[in-house]
């Protein structure tokens, strides 16, 4: 059956599918996961069919992968979807070579999830420790039509944005070596490309602040984390994971370069690998990016204040 949704002018429109779709997150490694999980929520045509909770290394904590299951589960309370959800625990180490899987629910998550008839969209908003996971415990899934969206990686012919690995690669590069090589379908958004996603503190106030504590708390979690870790002063932030949502729901509004698959060494930098074809998104549609967004939050806002639920059916 289609599914139908409710525009704000004019009539219900018919939307002949839904994108099935896994996010991976390191939900609690920064402060723009947490934008691009709600994003995907509030978004009719992406049918998420699970979130995995991803670690992300050991320089703040070392219970990174828990820490990101707890506030995937404090998001969807804001989100009154508690229960609701599929929520799996990724892997709470990265691998330690290329041959040896971290199993995890969440890579079994992915590998049912890709059995299932019709395309199926992994957006990985850290790591790649459990899609890793996934092609070393099931080979066959790269023969199943499976995307794999990335953000992570410096830019390639030379720009960068970081001094070593970039942090998604440098938390596991040899899964992201195991993925790159397999041959699956692979979406990669490099940093000089996630990092122009930026967004002020007073453009956050104006647009989505007081319309209701699930906004309140994502501006407020963003500014704690710029002052607890930015000692110079700063008003803004780059939702650098959002791109991994707005590709989903708008394609088109990225440009793409088809490269061979690099593998990566061990500062993060490209070497030549097996030449599988890759996607490399070289822009994306930033205007539509944060206007979507910040217009489905205001209108969840609205749906809690009259009652009427406006997140979409989601499937546990």
Known sequence: MPVRIEIRLGAPVSVPSRRRVIVNTD???????????????????????????????HRRTDRSMQESREEIDRLLDLLDLAGKVTVANGAAEAMP??????????????????????????????????????????????????TVVWIGGVGYGGIETYPGPEFNLGNDIPSANVVFGSGITVWQVPSNVYSQVSVGYAELEEKIGGTSPLA??????????????????????????SPAISLLLYPRGGQFRTVPAPRFGREGHYLPGT??????????????????????????????????PQVPPTRR
């Not at 723009?32 to 290394?57: K, N």
């Not at 957006?123 to 996934?134: C, K, N, S, V």
């Not at 309140?216 to 994971?241: K, M």
């Open 97 to 146: 070579d290329e041959t040896t899987p971290q199993d995890s629910p969440g890579a079994r998550l992915i590998i049912e999830e890709s059995k299932q008839e019709g395309p199926l969209y992994v957006a990985f908003l850290g790591p790649l420790t459990d899609m890793a996971a996934a092609i070393l415990l099931d080979p066959e899934i790269v023969h199943r039509d499976v």
């Open 27 to 57: 939900a609690k490694n920064e402060a723009d996961d947490q934008y691009a999980i709600v994003h995907a929520l509030l978004s009719p045509t992406l049918d998420v069919r699970g979130l995995i909770a991803a670690h992300f290394g």
């Open 216 to 241: 309140d708390y994502l501006i407020e979690q963003l500014v704690e984390f710029n002052a607890t870790h930015h000692p110079e002063p700063i008003e803004s932030r780059s939702l650098g994971d």
């Open 275 to 308: 030449g599988n074809p890759i996607r490399v998104v070289e822009t994306v549609d930033v205007r539509f990016l944060l206007e979507d967004m910040f217009a489905k939050i205001r209108r969840f806002g609205r749906s809690q204040h009259s009652g009427r």
